[in-house]
C-alpha cells in the first residue's frame, strides 16, 4: 500500500474486511481512520481468503472465528486511540 491513502470508500461492491470494518463509516473523514481501517481490512480478506481454501473443520473455524474478532477489536481500539482527542 502506497503511503499516500485516499479517504474516499471504494464505489465497487465492498470486500468482507471492508464490510467488517466498516470502511465506509468516517464522520470527521479523517485520514488516519480511513487507513486504519484500509490496513486492518486487508488483513481480514488475507485471513478470510486463507480459511475459505480449507474444509470447515471444528478448530479452524473456531480459530477463524476468534482472529477475526481479534481483527475488529484491535481496529477499533486503534480508531478510538487516534480520535480520542482529549
Do not use: W
Not at 50 to 69: D, N
Amino acid at each position: 500500500m502506497s503511503e499516500s491513502v485516499m479517504s474516499t470508500p471504494p464505489t465497487r461492491p465492498l470486500t468482507f474486511g471492508e464490510q467488517l470494518v466498516g470502511i465506509t463509516f468516517n464522520p470527521s473523514n479523517d485520514d488516519k481512520v480511513f487507513k486504519l481501517k484500509s490496513l486492518f481490512a486487508e488483513a481480514a480478506n488475507i485471513i478470510q481468503d486463507e480459511h475459505s481454501q480449507y474444509p470447515e473443520g471444528g478448530l479452524r473455524q473456531m480459530l477463524f472465528v476468534h482472529t477475526i474478532v481479534e481483527v475488529l477489536n484491535a481496529q477499533m481500539n486503534c480508531v478510538k486511540l487516534v480520535t480520542l482527542k482529549y
